[in-house]
């Protein structure tokens, strides 16, 4: 593997990492906000969500929390814009794609 790879391969590992840190803090954010406690975040795949859509711009998480004792579950679809995580998805179709949040309260 060629040097100039290498090290493509790991700026786009970094992004990535700071990109998922980014979504994370907002999640945490947005959640105690609410009120809430985030317990828990994972990646899911589209099919194991409530949206009905998404596309290689987005990136969807289960959320788990709590608030007043009581155990919820929440989704967000991020984008994936490092430098504005809250930016239009750039390769939406009248704003289907954007950020969105759903709670199950």
Do not use: C
């Not at 790879?5 to 979504?23: D, E, F, P």
């Not at 990646?43 to 959320?63: D, T």
Request: charged share 25%; hydrophobic share 40%.
């Amino acid at each position: 593997m060629s040097v100039s790879l290498t090290i493509v391969l790991i700026i786009l590992l970094i992004g990535q990492n700071n990109l998922n840190a980014k979504h994370k803090l907002e999640i945490a954010r947005v959640i105690s906000e609410k009120g809430g406690h985030v317990e828990k975040i994972e990646k899911v795949s589209l099919g194991s969500s409530p949206f009905a859509e998404a596309n290689r711009s987005n990136v969807i998480y289960k959320v788990y929390y709590t608030k007043n004792e009581k155990e919820y579950v929440a989704w967000y679809r991020g984008v994936n814009v490092p430098s504005n995580i809250h930016a239009k998805n750039p390769t939406a179709l009248e704003d289907r794609f954007n950020e969105k949040w759903i709670f199950d309260e």
